[in-house]
T-cell receptor, first 113, second 115 residues
Framework: GNSVTQMEGPVTLSEEAFLTINCTYT??????LFWYVQYPGEGLQLLLK?????DKGSNKGFEATYRKETTSFHLEKGSVQVSDSAVYFC????????????FGTGTRLTIIP | DTAVSQTPKYLVTQMGNDKSIKCEQN?????MYWYKQDSKKFLKIMFS???????INETVPNRFSPKSPDKAHLNLHINSLELGDSAVYFC??????????????FGPGTRLTVL
């Protein structure tokens, strides 16, 4: 079956540090890839997505590139802020008929001033 | 205006009770979902409805019964609650066509605690 493996957390960084959160997937075919973010006490929000190989999704300074060869979609940000503290979820979905999102286990990120 | 709303926000109840969680979306979406997030933050889909019709049912115990009175509402009824049902339950909605084309919008969650 389809699955998503994310870097174990929690991750703690200082403000302005470089962030990478690793995500790899196992799937039959070529899914669309997503990063969702969950701020404390809130529901999930779509952060960025990529729907085909070599696509780069970007939003709020975060980026991730769809790497078909390595089945990966690592999340990066060049300079994190305290307001980026949240739980980040990698997810996959297939475009044809099945609208299900399959999530990774989430990575809790804490940024210290 | 809240796009996807859930009630209640917190629910504490005893084992064996029956409870319901309500969800409403005012986005005009065709498709609604229920997700369960366990204590380790693992998030898994439970059900999906499109225009009041069940389209995804992910091997959830039949103690859980979703009900969609209209396409703006998807309620979750749970019978004979068990300790393992303690979790945060998220409702979401989107237009039909899959997450690649249509973003899923999530509600704020309902934290269910079974004692």
């Amino acid at each position: 079956g389809n699955s998503v493996t994310q870097m174990e957390g929690p991750v703690t960084l200082s403000e302005e540090a470089f962030l990478t959160i690793n995500c790899t997937y196992t799937a039959t075919g070529y899914p669309s890839l997503f990063w969702y973010v969950q701020y404390p006490g809130e529901g999930l929000q779509l952060l960025l997505k990529a729907t085909k190989a070599d696509d780069k999704g970007s939003n709020k300074g975060f980026e991730a590139t769809y790497r078909k060869e390595t089945t990966s979609f690592h999340l990066e940000k060049g300079s994190v802020q305290v307001s980026d503290s949240a739980v980040y979820f990698c997810a996959i979905s297939f475009n044809f008929g099945n609208e299900k999102l399959t999530f990774g286990t989430g990575t809790r990120l804490t940024i210290i001033p | 205006d809240t796009a996807v709303s859930q009630t209640p926000k917190y629910l504490v109840t005893q084992m064996g009770n029956d409870k319901s969680i309500k969800c409403e979306q005012n986005l005009g979406h065709d498709t609604m979902y229920w997700y369960k997030q366990d204590s380790k933050k693992f998030l898994k889909i439970m059900f999906s409805y499109n225009n009041k019709e069940l389209i995804i049912n992910e091997t959830v115990p039949n103690r859980f019964s979703p009900k969609s009175p209209d396409k703006a509402h998807l309620n979750l009824h749970i019978n004979s609650l068990e300790l393992g049902d303690s979790a945060v339950y998220f409702c979401a909605s989107s237009q039909a066509g899959g997450p690649a084309y249509n973003e899923q919008f999530f509600g704020p969650g309902t934290r269910l605690t079974v004692l």
